[in-house]
Structures are given as C-alpha cells and as structure tokens.
C-alpha cells in the first residue's frame, strides 16, 4: 500500500505558478504512475497530468499542455507538479494518485489532495 501525501496548493493570482508535491510512502514508488487529477465543485473529476514508472513518459490534459509540467524524483520519492500561467478555471482541489507501473491503468492509491485557488 502506498501513502500519498500532497502539499502546496494555496491562492495565486492568475498568472501566476504554484508547484504541488506528491511525497510517496510505504513502498518504493518508483515501480508506480503516480499523477495528478483535480476536481472543481460542480465539476468532474479531471485526469491532468501523469509520469509513469517504466519509461517515464508523461500525459497531459489539452487544458494544461504548456502550463504545467509534471516531474519525479525517485529518490526522493517525489512527484511534483510545476505550474505556469494558472487560470481562474485551474481552481480545483488537486488530488495525487498511483497506479502500478503506467498511466494508461486506473488508479487505485489516493491521496487527500490540496486546495488550489487562482483568483482573476
């Protein structure tokens, strides 16, 4: 089982950046995809970017694709989402998950996700 522990969501002005972390316990995660979905209220839940484990390869939501760059550092344990030019339509609660070993799966290990706000 996996713990995920995200951390630095806060309120930005639009245009501004924010970097989320996802730190990665109990169990080594570099055999997992670990990502970031966000939801707004009202809205649902958005898959937004994704870093797997076996090639690193890294997915994008068209929302994002420019803004926001997704990284790990396996010795760390650590995924961070680094993020540009936010908009006011970024507000969500960001939410870090992990799937074994590839993005394509869903999935199944959660953490209890950071608030993001931008406001205009």
């Known amino acids: 089982q996996l713990q995920l522990v995200e951390s630095g969501g806060g309120l930005v002005q639009a245009g501004g950046s924010l970097r989320l972390s996802c730190a990665a316990s109990?169990?080594?995660?570099?055999?997992?995809?670990i990502g970031w979905v966000r939801q707004a209220p009202g809205k649902e839940r958005e898959k937004v970017s994704c870093?797997?484990?076996?090639?690193?390869?890294?997915y994008y939501a068209d929302s994002v694709k420019g803004r926001f760059t997704i990284s790990r550092d396996n010795a760390k344990n650590t995924v961070y989402l680094q993020m540009n030019s936010l908009k006011p339509e970024d507000t969500a609660v960001y939410y870090c998950?992990?799937?074994?070993?590839?993005?394509?799966?869903?999935?199944?290990?959660w953490g209890q996700g950071t608030q993001v706000t931008v406001s205009s």
């Open positions: 109990g169990f080594t995660s570099d055999y997992y995809a």
């Open positions: 870093i797997s484990s076996s090639d690193g390869s890294t």
């Open positions: 998950a992990a799937v074994w070993d590839s993005c394509v799966y869903e999935y199944d290990q």
